[in-house]
Nanobody, 127 residues
Framework: QVQLVESGGGLVQAGDSLRLSCAAS????????MGWFRQAPGKEREFVAT????????YYVDSVKGRFTISRDNAKSTVYLHMNSLKVEDTAVYYC????????????????????WGQGTQVTVSS
């Protein structure tokens, strides 16, 4: 088991930046690939970014490439989502997720791959 707690959301203006954090506790963090997903009102949950467990390979949905950066600090058992140049359409509840894996360089983009989820943090971007 691993418990995930997101933080860092808030209300910002378009063009601003935010950093989301997801602190993990329980099982060894470095054995998990991590992902960020988001869900806007009336829409399905959407993949945003993912990072492998130790080689730190990353992948992003096209709409955030060049603006968002996912990173992790295995010593702090924390994954981050740095969000720059925020747009109104980035407004959503952001969730972090964890997948236990033996594969060091592999990342996962499907929500179905992830067994563990945080409670979410709201990000609202105003125009």
């Amino acid at each position: 088991q691993v418990q995930l707690v997101e933080s860092g959301g808030g209300l910002v203006q378009a063009g601003d930046s935010l950093r989301l954090s997801c602190a993990a506790s329980g099982r060894t963090f470095r054995t998990f690939a991590m992902g960020w997903f988001r869900q806007a009102p009336g829409k399905e949950r959407e993949f945003v970014a993912t990072i492998s467990r130790s080689d730190f390979n990353t992948y992003y949905v096209d709409s955030v490439k060049g603006r968002f950066t996912i990173s992790r600090d295995n010593a702090k058992s924390t994954v981050y989502l740095h969000m720059n140049s925020l747009k109104v359409e980035d407004t959503a509840v952001y969730y972090c997720a964890a997948k236990n894996t033996d594969l060091s360089g592999v990342y996962y983009t499907s929500a179905f791959e992830y067994a563990y989820w945080g409670q979410g943090t709201q990000v609202t971007v105003s125009s």
